[in-house]
């Protein structure tokens, strides 16, 4: 069994951003375990769903599991399907219109439906997740909530962080959202979400310091709040 500094220290390792880029492709065990970006428009000329769409791909990760069951560095999306969110299609819309040009995230799996005699390349999804700065997101991408732990001093650690498309979690003990440049009430809502839904960004990690010692904060560069749908706004 790893002694608590060795366990410490290869968390730490894990999460730095080198490890995960290095790292092993993902394989998703089960439906809905990944989130994607879009990396770039399908330009490419030839007939509609074959071609048309966009590519996208697991974020955190090298290599992305695509829809035909290769390995790539990004995977090509014809259509989203939205089922599983019983959206309307002008939701659809709205939500691609800030996922296609790569300021949102969405958690799902890449699947070929058939439409006909023609597979569609397609992102089945049951999250959605919109950028609240519009920045460039640049980092480890993780899942952010408060963990529950009240303390009388700091640094504490109150919140949560789950890397995306990896099973790691730990506790740190604070949290920047203005450093993406988002508009101060966006930044209040991140920190209101916190509590309930959390909260996705992307960043890095600084060393923070207090009467309790050191402790990790993460400085976001970009951060996510759940899509709404136009019927519950």
Same mark, same amino acid.
């Given at each position: 069994?790893?002694?608590?500094?060795?366990?410490?220290?290869?968390?730490?390792?894990?999460?730095?951003?080198?490890?995960?880029?290095?790292?092993?492709?993902?394989?998703?065990?089960?439906?809905?375990?990944?989130?994607?970006?879009?990396?770039?428009?399908?330009?490419?000329?030839?007939?509609?769903?074959?071609?048309?769409?966009?590519?996208?791909?697991?974020?955190?990760?090298?290599?992305?599991?695509?829809?035909?069951?290769?390995?790539?560095?990004?995977?090509?999306?014809?259509?989203?399907?939205?089922? !599983?969110?019983?959206?309307? *299609?002008?939701?659809? =819309? +709205?939500?691609? @219109?800030?996922?296609?040009?790569?300021?949102? #995230? %969405?958690?799902?799996?890449?699947?070929?439906?058939?439409?006909?005699?023609?597979?569609?390349?397609?992102?089945?999804?049951?999250?959605?997740?919109?950028?609240?700065?519009?920045?460039?997101?640049?980092?480890?991408?993780?899942?952010?909530?408060?963990?529950?732990?009240?303390?009388?001093?700091?640094?504490?650690?109150?919140?949560?962080?789950?890397?995306?498309?990896?099973?790691?979690?730990?506790?740190?003990?604070?949290?920047?959202?203005? !450093?993406?440049?988002?508009? *101060?009430?966006?930044? =209040? +809502?991140?920190? @209101?979400?916190?509590?309930?839904?959390?909260? #996705? %960004?992307?960043?890095?990690?600084?060393?923070?310091?207090?009467?309790?010692?050191?402790?990790?904060?993460?400085?976001?560069?970009?951060?996510?709040?759940?899509?709404?749908?136009?019927?519950?706004?």
């Amino acid at each position: 069994m790893l002694n608590k500094f060795a366990s410490s220290a290869l968390a730490c390792l894990v999460l730095s951003s080198t490890a995960l880029a290095q790292s092993a492709p993902i394989v998703s065990p089960t439906p809905f375990s990944s989130h994607y970006i879009v990396t770039r428009l399908d330009l490419r000329k030839c007939a509609y769903p074959v071609c048309g769409g966009y590519f996208v791909k697991a974020v955190n990760r090298a290599l992305t599991r695509c829809a035909n069951g290769t390995l790539q560095k990004d995977c090509h999306v014809a259509t989203l399907n939205t089922s !599983a969110l019983r959206w309307s *299609p002008e939701d659809r =819309d +709205a939500f691609e @219109q800030s996922f296609t040009p790569g300021h949102a #995230l %969405a958690g799902g799996k890449l699947v070929a439906l058939k439409n006909g005699a023609t597979k569609v390349d397609t992102l089945v999804i049951s999250e959605a997740w919109v950028g609240q700065a519009l920045s460039k997101p640049s980092g480890v991408f993780s899942a952010l909530k408060n963990s529950g732990i009240v303390c009388i001093t700091t640094p504490c650690p109150s919140i949560r962080e789950t890397v995306l498309n990896y099973p790691i979690g730990r506790n740190i003990h604070g949290l920047d959202l203005a !450093a993406s440049g988002a508009k *101060p009430d966006r930044v =209040d +809502a991140g920190f @209101q979400a916190l509590g309930s839904t959390g909260v #996705l %960004a992307v960043g890095t990690h600084q060393t923070i310091t207090g009467p309790a010692g050191q402790g990790q904060q993460f400085v976001a560069s970009e951060f996510y709040l759940p899509f709404v749908p136009a019927k519950i706004r």
